[in-house]
Every structure is written in C-alpha cells, then in structure tokens.
C-alpha cells in the first residue's frame, strides 16, 4: 500500500492542484500510512489539530478567523520537505468558527505543494463528505479534480 501511495504521491507533481486525498474508515490506518510515508521520505506529518489549535488558542476569538489561513500557511512552510506536505487531524479546519471552506484551503496550499492529507470524512454517491448530513460541520464536495486514494479499496 505504501509502495502505492508514494507512486501516487509521484504522479500529482504534473497537476495544477497537488492534492491527494487519503480516505478510508477511522481506525483503517490513515495515520500509520502517513507515518509510513513521512519516514520513507524524510520529512514529518503536521497533526493540523494540535499544532493550529495551540496557535490560535493565544489569540482573541475574533482574530482566529483572521489569522487561520496564515498560521496554517506558516506551519506549513515550517513542514513541508522537498515540495511535498503530509496533513493529520484536520477536523479543526471544519470548525464553524473559523470560516473555512476547508477543501477550499487544501486546494489553495496544493498549487505551490504536493499535500498528502488524511481525510477524516468518506465518499457518498461520488461525493466527498465530512460529518453526518444534519451535524452543524457537514461539508459535501465533488470530486471533480481531486485525487482519492481510497483505503477501503484496492487502489
């Protein structure tokens, strides 16, 4: 699988949007997988919950919307290695209070990046989701122009 990924990983580098997408059931290996791919190419996965979510706990609720995107931006600076960025935990990024459209976000960094990210949401009739449809968090996206790579299936 890891052998995959990296070939995957590889493949994105010609596109205008550098994103690939891991998608698959909690607890499927998502995480170990990035782990597995960060060590093989030396660089580290930012866990965005921890670190963003340390940043913007310092600064006053009104400011956090403000400075999200360029706290990620610089985190993301600090973490890429050789053009390629490897993203964990990023629930924090649907936090309604920071008005975000994540997917959004991750496509902006994918132009100047290859951003490998662990998606915490599945693919529902050819659409990805993230939350239960009726959770304040939803978000449905299509998947024109993205790169799945699908744990729960054979890639």
């Known amino acids: 699988m890891l052998d995959k990924l990296e070939t995957r990983v590889n ?14 059931s909690p607890g499927i290996g998502k995480s170990q997988l990035l782990t597995d791919l960060a060590a093989r190419k030396d660089t580290t996965v ?10 913007l706990a310092n600064l006053p609720q009104r400011q956090r919307t403000l400075q999200a995107n360029t706290l990620l931006r610089e985190l993301a600076d600090t973490h890429a290695t050789d053009g390629l960025l490897l993203l964990d935990n990023i629930e924090l990024l649907f936090d309604r209070s920071l008005k975000l459209d994540p997917l959004d976000l991750l496509k ?3 132009k100047a990046l290859r951003i490998v ?3 915490p ?18 978000q449905e996206y299509s998947l024109e ?10 890639n």
């Open 11 to 24: 493949e994105i580098e010609a596109l205008h949007s550098k994103l690939l997408l891991l998608i698959g």
């Open 145 to 154: 122009g993205l790169v799945p790579f699908e744990l729960n299936k054979i």
């Open 46 to 55: 930012l866990k965005v919950g921890a670190e963003l979510g340390r940043k």
């Open 108 to 110: 902006q960094h994918s």
């Open 121 to 138: 949401g599945d693919i529902k009739n050819d659409r990805l989701v993230y939350a239960q449809l009726g959770h304040p968090e939803y």
């Open 117 to 119: 990210v662990a998606w």
